[in-house]
T-cell receptor, first 112, second 113 residues
Framework: DAGITQSPRHKVTETGTPVTLRCHQTENHRYMYWYRQDPGHGLRLIHYSYGVKDTDKGEVSDGYSVSRSKTEDFLLTLESATSSQTSVYFC???????????FGPGTRLTVL | GQQVMQIPQYQHVQEGEDFTTYCNSSTTLSNIQWYKQRPGGHPVFLIQLVKSGEVKKQKRLTFQFGEAKKNSSLHITATQTTDVGTYFCAGPKGDNQGGKLIFGQGTELSVKP
């Protein structure tokens, strides 16, 4: 498996609280992605990064922000969590930006 | 907007039976990828198809890319319990800038021994 870790792996929080999820890679890949996975929706792209400090929105970016200050770390922040953001969040990386993506183990987030 | 649809959503088979999942895109795709996600796991890349009409095989798995590059299929011959999981297709989103992918909803396969 590619060297990707996500932390925390599980989190329960309350509506209105800020939450930050971390994705860390040891592959020195340029491209990093955050997805959320919900039943019946497959994987939907939240934000992605094409380099340090270079990020852009995906298809479901409302309520989320990201930062990438180092090649190896990509942070996803929910400024004020809502119950609709209860989901499983996956980070993925890609070396060339085309071809396969390698996924992290996921973070299960529950917002009460 | 661009859509990738997969059918069926669920498939229950007896071990040894064949299985097929179909993927249809609203737009022509430059390539299509397939991923497998085991229960409780993360998606794992299986294959990428690029050419119109391309067929690739991986042991009991056969992948096809349609002539119009708008549809694809994954066929598993003689399923085994190790095939259990959800199979996703994914295509480049928009102009593919940044390697963005759009995923189908997935087909969840269960195999009864």
């Amino acid at each position: 498996d590619a060297g990707i870790t996500q932390s925390p792996r599980h989190k329960v929080t309350e509506t209105g609280t800020p939450v930050t999820l971390r994705c860390h890679q040891t592959e020195n890949h340029r491209y990093m992605y955050w997805y959320r996975q919900d039943p019946g929706h497959g994987l939907r792209l939240i934000h992605y990064s094409y380099g340090v400090k270079d990020t852009d929105k995906g298809e479901v970016s409302d309520g989320y922000s990201v930062s990438r200050s180092k090649t190896e770390d990509f942070l996803l922040t929910l400024e004020s969590a809502t119950s609709s953001q209860t989901s499983v969040y996956f980070c993925a990386i890609s070396g060339a930006g085309v071809g396969e993506q390698f996924f992290g183990p996921g973070t299960r987030l529950t917002v009460l | 907007g661009q859509q990738v649809m997969q059918i069926p959503q669920y498939q229950h088979v007896q071990e040894g039976e064949d299985f097929t999942t179909y993927c249809n895109s609203s737009t022509t795709l430059s390539n299509i990828q397939w991923y497998k996600q085991r229960p409780g796991g993360h998606p794992v890349f299986l294959i990428q198809l690029v050419k119109s009409g391309e067929v690739k095989k991986q042991k009991r798995l056969t992948f096809q890319f349609g002539e119009a590059k708008k549809n694809s299929s994954l066929h598993i011959t003689a399923t085994q319990t190790t095939d259990v999981g959800t199979y996703f297709c994914a295509g480049p989103k928009g102009d593919n800038q940044g390697g963005k992918l759009i995923f189908g909803q997935g087909t969840e396969l269960s195999v009864k021994p």
